[in-house]
């Protein structure tokens, strides 16, 4: 096979192995370079290039081999450069430790220059290579370099690169790496949260498209295993932070006074290997935690400085005795090295702190229908410590950005059709969670059912129903609303098979002191875990202020806010018109159907659609208005839009929900007249204005305070309390 047609085949199966694999960004830059060496006619690389099997089983190392080989010789046969800029005081060191394999030092230099925006330098120690490195190096402006005259091996290279860096940071990351997007900024951004943080590793990729490994775990015999090996690069259990025993120096990033702290890698693990399991332990045991986080994705060749993978594998081998010796009292509080204690050993946390949360779907603020409160319980659960997973029923697979966006980055989420069912999901996990927070009927149904046919497979872990809402007290006044009769019998029979649910549960959490007392009823252990909303502290004054505000999310027609809009629409503003002279300003926000949208915006309403901070939208409202005429929970967005201090017209069901007063903390309506009054009065009476809106903040601090929340979810659950339970200052992304 001839050069040029060899070229050819490989460019055609680079091409689609990236555009079939996660890499597909290496790859349309990889097809570019090809593209472009194809029409200049560039085929004269050296010809080891050229010797790289065209049969047999595709390799994509050598894959990614030759298409490095390639763009260096191209680089090296130009005039260019590689021009870093030299900032008085970087950031960020980046040290890189290189022997021979120049091209792909090229790539990773060429990821820095595109992907880093933070001031860095970079530092190389060269151990003395003997290809091409000297000529890239001597193409390098603006790189600090040292050049060895031997090999004095990985770690002596380390700390020598170290002691000639300036950074706050010191990022140790390898030559057979490239950088992705915002990691190093990613990186920094962990550190700066969290004092305790000590190291921070990334979610590292392989030529294959596979997980080399979503940080690592340290065995009581001190043997070492990446997690998640091999898995899909987007494998749930590798999306989430998490505290972990190590992470590969193949990217693992610092802060400068703590590598001196600690004299940096222990030159008795020189040449390599364990060096950095090593430092993670002696961080570990001085309280300075090395964290995991999967937005940083770096692709990594592994073991490029190698003759092979065996000899890597023997040096670390080599290395594990010393390691051991140093570690004894360590290593005696790791989980033996067993596949069925993977799982356990992946977070330092024990059962009790782990909790198993089953939901519809990821619990997003925006979406109303409770799940603004399964998203404050998320939150809380966190906060007071706990490792949380959130099991997702329905199919729906979200961007994993979008499903962090409102969420602590440290929760596990298993969503989407490649996830296990929920009965197969328990059966890998069985032992694993202290306490099961399951919410709505239909789910503890299903898990019921489950649970009637192995009734062992939550053996051990608490089982507390979250009750929303009621949902037949909701359902029996839509039907009356609807014409439709429903006697006594029927009524006690919906409320009865609907209570009968919480059967299997250890535990029911209740929204309301009336919900809790049906519950009870059922002799069940029963507490009241409403909602939390702190109040706004700058709060915009009455003469800032015009128009009506409705804010829900509407995603089925038949729902409380569906027919909510349409009474608003077709009954209540033509009433206020009526009684006023003009059509009121009308705002409606919240995720809803386009056919919704459409509907209000015809009848002269102002419809913004989700937004992601409401605050200016009630910033600017005059009155909130709520005219739910059948529902079953506590109101959220009546809480939320009193706590920003915009005064309320609600419906008798709603206040009889908060226990809250008419003409006190807001105004009760019923009837579109009603309605047209209360939003009359409140347009043009500011005494009764500011006196409901101070109420309606007094009431919010008294009733919905976050304390609450975080004491009910201690008094139910096992394990720790809040004073010494947090256990990583991750936030939603």
């Given at each position: 096979m001839g050069k040029s047609s060899g070229l050819k085949s490989y460019w055609n199966r680079l091409r689609f192995l990236y555009k079939c694999s996660p890499l597909q960004k290496a790859g349309k830059r990889i097809e570019h370079f090809f593209r472009k060496m194809r029409n200049k006619k560039l085929h004269n690389a050296p010809e080891v290039v050229w010797t790289v099997p065209l049969s047999g089983k595709f390799n994509p190392q050598k894959a990614i081999d030759y298409a490095a080989q390639l763009q260096l010789n191209a680089f090296l046969t130009s005039s260019s450069k590689l021009v870093f800029d030299a900032p008085d005081k970087p950031v960020v060191s980046i040290i890189l430790v290189l022997y021979n394999r120049a091209e792909l030092t090229f790539q990773c230099l060429q990821s820095i220059l595109a992907n880093v925006q933070t001031p860095f330098e970079v530092v190389i120690y060269d151990n003395g290579s003997t290809d091409l490195t000297n000529s890239l190096l001597d193409r390098l402006d603006n790189v600090v370099t040292i050049r060895g005259e031997k090999n004095v091996g990985y770690v002596q290279a380390v700390n020598r690169a170290v002691e000639a860096s300036q950074g706050t940071y010191t990022l140790l990351l390898n030559n057979d790496t490239q950088l992705t997007s915002r990691a190093i900024e990613t990186g920094i951004e962990d550190l700066e949260s969290d004092p305790g943080i000590g190291g921070v590793g990334a979610r590292l990729i392989l030529p294959n498209g596979t997980l080399q490994e979503a940080g690592s775990m340290i065995w009581s015999d001190g043997s070492t295993l990446g997690y998640s090996r091999g898995k899909h690069v987007e494998f749930y259990e590798?999306?989430?932070?998490?505290?972990?025993?190590?992470?590969?120096?193949?990217?693992?990033?610092?802060?400068?006074?703590?590598?001196?702290?600690?004299?940096?890698?222990?030159?008795?693990?020189?040449?390599?290997?364990?060096?950095?399991?090593?430092?993670?332990?002696?961080?570990?045991?001085?309280?300075?935690?090395?964290?995991?986080?999967?937005?940083?994705?770096?692709?990594?060749?592994?073991?490029?400085?190698?003759?092979?993978?065996?000899?890597?594998?023997?040096?670390?081998?080599?290395?594990?005795?010393?390691?051991?010796?140093?570690?004894?009292?360590?290593?005696?509080?790791?989980?033996?090295?067993?596949?069925?204690?993977?799982?356990?050993?992946?977070?330092?946390n024990d059962k009790n702190r782990r909790v198993l949360f089953i939901e519809d779907q990821i619990p997003h603020s925006e979406l109303g229908s409770g799940f603004p409160r399964s998203n404050l319980m998320v939150h809380s659960l966190v906060e007071l410590g706990y490792e949380v997973t959130l099991f997702v029923m329905t199919n729906n697979q979200e961007d994993w950005n979008s499903a962090y966006r409102d969420l602590p980055r440290n929760v596990e989420i298993v969503q989407g059709g490649s996830c296990p069912s929920l009965v197969d999901f328990l059966n890998e996990r069985q032992q694993h969670y202290g306490s099961l927070i399951i919410s709505r009927p239909h789910n503890m149904e299903k898990l019921n059912a489950i649970l009637a046919e192995k009734p062992d497979i939550?053996?051990?872990?608490?089982?507390?129903?979250?009750?929303?809402?009621?949902?037949?007290?909701?359902?029996?006044?839509?039907?009356?609303?609807?014409?439709?009769?429903?006697?006594?019998?029927?009524?006690?029979?919906?409320?009865?098979?609907?209570?009968?649910?919480?059967?299997?549960?250890?535990?029911?959490?209740?929204?309301?002191?009336?919900?809790?007392?049906?519950?009870?009823?059922?002799?069940?252990?029963?507490?009241?875990?409403?909602?939390?909303?702190?109040?706004?502290?700058?709060?915009?004054?009455?003469?800032?202020?015009?128009?009506?505000?409705?804010?829900?999310?509407?995603?089925?027609?038949?729902?409380?806010?569906?027919?909510?809009?349409?009474?608003?629409?077709?009954?209540?503003?033509?009433?206020?018109?009526?009684?006023?002279?003009?059509?009121?300003?009308?705002?409606?926000?919240?995720?809803?159907?386009?056919?919704?949208?459409?509907?209000?915006?015809?009848?002269?309403?102002?419809?913004?659609?989700?937004?992601?901070?409401?605050?200016?939208?009630?910033?600017?409202?005059?009155?909130?208005?709520?005219?739910?005429?059948?529902?079953?929970?506590?109101?959220?967005?009546?809480?939320?839009?009193?706590?920003?201090?915009?005064?309320?017209?609600?419906?008798?069901?709603?206040?009889?929900?908060?226990?809250?007063?008419?003409?006190?903390?807001?105004?009760?309506?019923?009837?579109?007249?009603?309605?047209?009054?209360?939003?009359?009065?409140?347009?043009?009476?500011?005494?009764?204005?500011?006196?409901?809106?101070?109420?309606?903040?007094?009431?919010?601090?008294?009733?919905?305070?976050?304390?609450?929340?975080?004491?009910?979810?201690?008094?139910?659950?096992?394990?720790?309390?809040?004073?010494?339970?947090?256990?990583?200052?991750?936030?939603?992304?």
């Open positions: 590798a999306m989430f932070m998490r505290t972990v025993d190590y992470c590969s120096a193949a990217f693992w990033l610092m802060r400068r006074k703590d590598f001196d702290r600690f004299h940096g890698f222990d030159e008795g693990f020189s040449p390599a290997y364990y060096e950095e399991v090593d430092l993670a332990s002696r961080m570990n045991q001085a309280g300075l935690r090395q964290v995991y986080d999967p937005r940083i994705v770096v692709l990594h060749y592994e073991f490029a400085s190698s003759k092979s993978s065996d000899a890597a594998i023997k040096l670390q081998v080599a290395h594990r005795s010393r390691f051991v010796s140093r570690n004894r009292a360590y290593l005696s509080q790791q989980l033996g090295n067993s596949p069925e204690n993977i799982l356990q050993a992946r977070t330092p939550l053996s051990g872990t608490k089982i507390i129903y979250d009750a929303e809402a009621i949902f037949t007290i909701r359902e029996i006044e839509r039907l009356r609303l609807s014409g439709v009769d429903v006697s006594k019998e029927q009524k006690r029979k919906m409320l009865r098979e609907e209570l009968h649910i919480v059967g299997k549960a250890d535990v029911v959490l209740a929204v309301s002191a009336g919900e809790a007392k049906l519950f009870r009823d059922q002799g069940k252990e029963v507490h009241v875990l409403s909602h939390a909303h702190s109040t706004v502290k700058i709060i915009p004054d009455v003469a800032d202020r015009k128009g009506l505000l409705f804010v829900g999310a509407v995603h089925d027609m038949r729902s409380p806010n569906a027919k909510s809009l349409v009474w608003l629409c077709e009954e209540i503003l033509p009433a206020i018109e009526n009684q006023s002279g003009q059509f009121p300003q009308m705002t409606i926000a919240g995720m809803m159907l386009d056919q919704t949208q459409e509907y209000c915006r015809s009848h002269r309403c102002e419809v913004l659609g989700r937004v992601e901070d409401l605050s200016e939208v009630y910033h600017s409202a005059r009155a909130f208005v709520a005219p739910t005429q059948f529902a079953a929970g506590i109101p959220l967005k009546i809480i939320e839009a009193a706590a920003h201090g915009v005064p309320v017209i609600a419906t008798s069901v709603l206040t009889k929900q908060l226990g809250w007063s008419h003409e006190r903390e807001l105004l009760v309506a019923d009837t579109p007249a009603e309605f047209a009054n209360c939003c009359l009065r409140l347009q043009q009476e500011d005494d009764l204005w500011y006196a409901i809106q101070q109420e309606a903040l007094k009431a919010v601090e008294r009733d919905y305070s976050s304390n609450a929340i975080l004491k009910t979810l201690q008094l139910v659950l096992p394990g720790i309390s809040a004073e010494n339970g947090k256990s990583c200052k991750i936030s939603a992304a």
